[in-house]
């Protein structure tokens, strides 16, 4: 029988630790989204995974023009921060992708960011293991309905597997989350839980 230890890969040396990636597509910096990141990631971390994060609102990232050079090159003629932000997810076991709900569906930072997935080697994603964090202020998790489905469809056309889904309501200020605490619990379990599964 395996050990706690060896479960989660802590006497694992770190050049083989697996890796966990959060994006955060919230603009609004240490809010609900960035905190629920932040717990995944640690949870991820106390499995003895390496982590990363990034904010897309810190980066230039330029909504897809529908040019289709893409579809001719295999790259994108935009020459902005979505290159190396791609390196960093081919890098990692798993991402952790966050956005607040603006009317039913994505920020526009997180859009544009998964609009861009249009023009890369779709490689990149086949069986990556993802988990989707959604902050919302309403009450009711069916607000949230759109921007799931529309992910957990996007997981399916890509081949990515999608571990699972935080939908955190009744959050509208700044980091409100800090009082859910099941918000967040929920956060460091599955952060666990995808550094164990991702054997
Ligand atoms: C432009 C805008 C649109 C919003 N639209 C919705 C909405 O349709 N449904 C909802 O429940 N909350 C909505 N909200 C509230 C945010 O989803 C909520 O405050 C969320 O927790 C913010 O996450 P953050 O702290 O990570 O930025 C909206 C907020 C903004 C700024």
């Known amino acids: 029988m395996q050990s706690i230890k060896q479960k989660c890969g802590l006497d ?20 609900n989204s960035d905190t629920l990141i932040d717990t995944v990631l640690a949870g991820a971390a106390e499995c003895g995974a390496t982590y990363d994060k990034v904010i897309l609102q810190d980066l230039e990232i330029s909504p897809c023009k529908a040019c289709d050079s893409c579809q001719k090159t295999g790259g994108c003629i935009q020459d902005d921060d979505m ?18 709900i603006y009317w039913w569906g994505p920020s526009a930072q997180f859009k544009a960011f998964i609009d861009r997935w249009y ?18 202020g309403g009450n009711n998790d069916y607000y949230a309905r759109h921007t799931v489905g529309m992910f957990k469809d996007i997981c399916h056309y890509l081949g990515m597997t999608c571990i699972d889904v935080i939908v955190a309501s009744g959050l509208n200020g700044r980091n409100d989350v800090q009082d859910h605490p099941e918000h967040l619990t929920i956060a460091r379990e599955l952060g666990i839980k995808s550094i164990r599964n991702c054997d």
């Open 119 to 136: 023009g890369v080697n779709q490689r990149l994603f086949q069986g990556k293991q993802v988990i989707l964090v959604v902050s919302m």
């Open 12 to 31: 694992t040396p770190s050049s083989e630790r697996k890796s966990i990636l959060g994006i955060s597509g919230s603009p609004r910096r240490g809010g």
């Open 83 to 100: 290159e190396s932000l791609f390196e960093l997810m081919e890098k990692s076991d798993v991402w952790v992708l966050g956005t607040p």
